[in-house]
């Protein structure tokens, strides 16, 4: 598969059908060239290396440039081909990643080379270069993953392990393909040619030879380039958990702010608004953006005020001393923070049916994203939810699948979904809208065949034929690691403010001479934002809202706090009312 077109001379340039290769203007070059040097090529120059880190931002002023996928392997093929007034890379430039493809010189000509670091500043204080670079950049990152280029997973699909590398890569967006141990003959040669036991399965294969035996997703993280270091042990002044809307605000708001901010999510970027194909209500998009778009315009923004991303790194506890709190990891490391903001959102929840274990992540999903959209085109699929995110996954698929028919348990499409979505799922011509109607069984050998539903006012079983079932029944909280720690509502969301109020040890409040504010927990300093809060709004602004306000009132805490100055005393140390404030 290839996107370049081929004539008597070699291959030509690729239209850009996509919106993803535009062209620099005369001014954009210009100021381009300020920042860096202009460079001669010569013909089969590679200027970067799939798998090998991005050094430089390259505009070609002369000559074309081909970008290929395996180079010199089995599967090399056409990504696309450059020529003047083109840029090369793609979103790995700007997140820190390996790159995923290779790009030769072909006609020799003449390149403008920009630090990496440098072009990273640009795009954050060019608002028009930098959403011009963005755009391109995400629109390639989709056409790597449509292309399936990448690393591959070598894994059975009965394997929780595999499941587990997919998710992982599926939601940090990395190009990938799965190849299934158990139906793929090429994979089977594969495991055979790089001497790999069943029993070592899954295993990750990276630029071609490397083998990867069943990583975790912390070392899959390193080997692609993910930034995922481990915590320093120091302090900081605000620790994030949760890298969805709400997190990656409170990142943004308090890295701009001055604070040392990190923030740590266990398996990526973005939470339930990053699988997201389309969010049309958040203000400032009145076309829509997709959650990956949204996320990673949030991700960069959050570096641009060096806030310290840690992706995966899984927060395993939380404890008071001395008026800060110590974060574990579980990796064993430990940090230290004067405040924390908890943004970890929640699950999906899964669908309880017979016969459907064993098909989750082969033809049953939680999330509708490009990777799930690709494994379907041409087929019929089912959705089940009646919220908004079943809405607009049942409105991205019917983009790829032959039809798509959204099961509703309740009788009424407005009860939980937005009225657009409602207008527009009832409109579209592919969508059927089933309300009443539960799943009570899944069939199929390999693969998702046929759905037994239930019309559960009359009773009346059918079978529906699907290739494929996307599951948005409700979620749960990530807060099980909380239990002991704070406050919880019945259902395991945090409880914060005036419902914390009546739940929080007077002994450790006293001191402060105040309860918990509006968006704080059960314990001083630490605040829950987005959808993990109790009583929250389960939407992408509002979770955005609350990140925004988490960090003013970590400032007020602050405040608060550095009006209490330290004694020591027979019984340790304890805190004394100052009447004159201490020195951030």
């Avoid at 440098?118 to 959403?131: E, H, N």
């Avoid at 099961?407 to 592919?430: C, F, I, T, W």
């Avoid at 390999?446 to 239930?454: A, N, T, Y």
Wanted: charged share 25%.
């Amino acid at each position: 598969m290839s996107s370049a077109e081929y004539g008597h001379d070699g291959p030509r340039e690729t239209p850009d059908q996509y919106g993803a290769f535009p062209r620099l203007s005369p001014e954009q070059l210009r100021t381009l060239a300020a920042h860096g040097e202009r460079r001669r090529t010569t013909a089969n120059e590679v200027l970067y290396r799939e798998g090998e880190p991005f050094r430089e931002f390259l505009a070609i002023l002369g000559g074309t440039v081909e970008i290929l996928h395996d180079l010199g392997g089995p599967e090399e093929r056409t990504v696309a081909v450059h020529g003047p007034g083109r840029f090369l890379g793609e979103l790995g430039l700007l997140e820190g990643q390996a790159a995923f493809d290779t790009a030769v010189v072909r006609e020799p000509g003449e390149i403008l080379a920009v630090p990496v670091d440098q072009q990273r500043d640009l795009v954050s204080r060019d608002p028009v270069l930098g959403d011009l670079i963005l755009r391109a950049y995400l629109n390639r990152r989709y056409l790597l993953i449509g292309l399936g280029a990448g690393f591959r997973i070598l894994g059975s699909c009965y394997s929780p392990d595999t499941l587990r590398l997919r998710e992982f890569a599926a939601r940090n967006r990395l190009p990938h393909r799965w190849m299934d141990l158990e139906k793929d003959k090429e994979a089977e040669a594969l495991l055979r040619r790089f001497g790999v036991r069943p029993e070592e399965t899954p295993v990750v294969l990276w630029k071609g030879d490397h083998v990867l035996r069943n990583p975790s997703n912390a070392e899959l993280a390193r080997i692609i380039g993910l930034p995922a270091p481990s915590p320093e042990a120091g302090r900081y002044d605000v620790m994030v958990v949760g890298a969805g809307p709400a997190g990656l605000a409170a990142a943004v708001y308090g890295a701009s702010d001055g604070l040392t901010t990190a923030v740590i999510d266990a398996v990526a970027t973005g939470g339930q608004a990053g699988t997201s194909s389309r969010i049309e209500n958040y203000l400032g998009f009145p076309s829509g953006v997709s959650g990956g778009e949204l996320i990673e315009r949030a991700v960069l923004q959050a570096r641009k005020f060096d806030a310290r991303l840690m992706v995966p790194a899984k927060v395993t506890g939380l404890t008071p001393q001395d008026d800060e709190y110590v974060v574990s990891f579980a990796d064993g490391s430990r940090a230290r923070t004067g405040a924390v903001v908890l943004a970890s959102g929640v699950r999906y929840r899964r669908l309880e049916v017979p016969g459907i274990d064993r098909l989750e992540g082969i033809s049953v999903y939680y999330a509708a994203t490009v990777h799930e959209a690709s494994l379907c085109q041409a087929d019929p699929v089912a959705v089940v939810g009646g919220g908004n995110s079943a809405g607009q996954a049942a409105l991205f698929l019917a983009n790829h699948a032959s039809t798509v028919q959204l099961l509703v348990r309740g009788g009424d499409l407005n009860a939980d979904m937005s009225r657009y979505l409602v207008d527009q799922v009832e409109r579209h011509p592919k969508i059927e809208v089933l309300l009443h109607t539960e799943v009570r069984r899944v069939f199929g050998a390999e693969k998702l065949e046929v759905l037994l539903v239930e019309d559960n006012t009359s009773g009346r079983r059918s079978e529906l034929r699907a290739a494929a079932l996307f599951v948005f029944i409700g979620a749960r909280p990530h807060t099980e690691w909380l239990r002991d720690v704070l406050a919880l509502d019945e259902k395991g969301f945090v409880l914060t403010g005036a419902e914390a109020q009546p739940l929080a040890d007077p002994a450790r409040w006293a001191p402060l001479g105040r309860g918990p504010l509006l968006l704080e927990t059960t314990l001083p300093g630490v605040f829950a934002a987005g959808d993990v809060r109790s009583g929250s709004v389960k939407r992408v602004a509002a979770a955005t809202g609350e990140g925004a306000m988490a960090i003013h009132l970590v400032h007020e805490h602050r405040e608060q706090a550095g009006n209490l100055v330290r004694a020591a005393g027979p019984e340790g140390h304890r805190p004394v009312r100052s009447s004159v404030p201490a020195a951030d």
